[in-house]
């Protein structure tokens, strides 16, 4: 979607490796967010970022870890990918906790760890 | 935590015929939001509404604020093949500190032309 890029799209790794998502945006947005879509679950957070170097967890942050460095990117690291893992990952941004908005999603990573 | 039912999970209808989904929690919300996810993408805002009570539409879609404040529906009127995808409903409160927007579990829509 227009102002948040997520890459890459679609990838495969095998049960170990780490990998990392990447989440770019051009809003200058506060805060960005980890989602995780799984078919009976919805929309799960990972964890997600008020500000530089600043995040927090969300509710199925287990096995995943996050870096904000710059206000643009926001990375997700599979520090040793497992099968349980297997998702569509959604990134998300919001300029304020309370957005009136709501959030904007990206287009999502389809991953899969075989 | 807080937890939105929503429902049903899925619908399969024909063209032409209106929709009906809703969304309740235990919880009450400030904000009530309705996005769409057409298949490959991410959801996109459809409808925000911010007051108990509030009928908002955009088009086709009419979406309402529960007057308790614990729950919303949105229908659909006239579906179209282009209607296809999952609907989700949003609850917000401005405040909180783990991201305060909670999401249902979505409706997965098909429409047979």
């Known amino acids: 979607d227009a102002g948040i890029t997520q890459s890459p799209r679609h990838k495969v790794t095998e049960t170990g490796t780490p990998v990392t998502l990447r989440c770019h945006q051009t809003e200058n947005h506060r805060y960005m967010y980890w989602y995780r879509q799984d078919p009976g679950h919805g929309l799960r957070l990972i964890h997600y970022?008020?500000?530089?170097?600043?995040?927090d967890k969300g509710e199925v942050s287990d096995g995943y870890s996050v870096s904000r460095s710059k206000t643009e990117d926001f990375l997700l690291t599979l520090e040793s990918a497992t099968s349980s893992q297997t998702s569509v990952y959604f990134c998300?941004?919001?300029?304020?906790?309370?957005?009136?908005?709501?959030?904007?999603f990206g287009s999502g990573t389809r991953l899969t760890v075989v | 935590g807080q937890q939105l039912n929503q429902s049903p999970q899925s619908m399969f209808i024909q063209e032409g015929e209106d929709v009906s989904m809703n969304c309740t929690s235990s919880s009450i919300f400030n904000t009530w939001l309705w996005y769409k996810q057409d298949p490959g993408e991410g959801p996109v805002l459809l409808i925000a509404?911010?007051?108990?009570?509030e009928l908002t539409s955009n088009g086709r879609l009419t979406a309402q604020f529960g007057i308790t404040r614990k729950d919303s529906f949105l229908n659909i009127s006239a579906s179209i093949p282009s209607d296809v995808g999952i609907y989700f409903c949003a609850g917000m409160n401005y405040g909180g500190s783990q991201g305060n927007l909670i999401f249902g579990k979505g409706t997965k829509l098909s429409v047979k032309p």
């Open positions: 509404l911010y007051k108990a009570g």
């Open positions: 998300a941004i919001s300029e304020s906790q309370g957005a009136l908005r709501g959030y904007t």
């Open positions: 970022s008020y500000g530089v170097k600043d995040t």
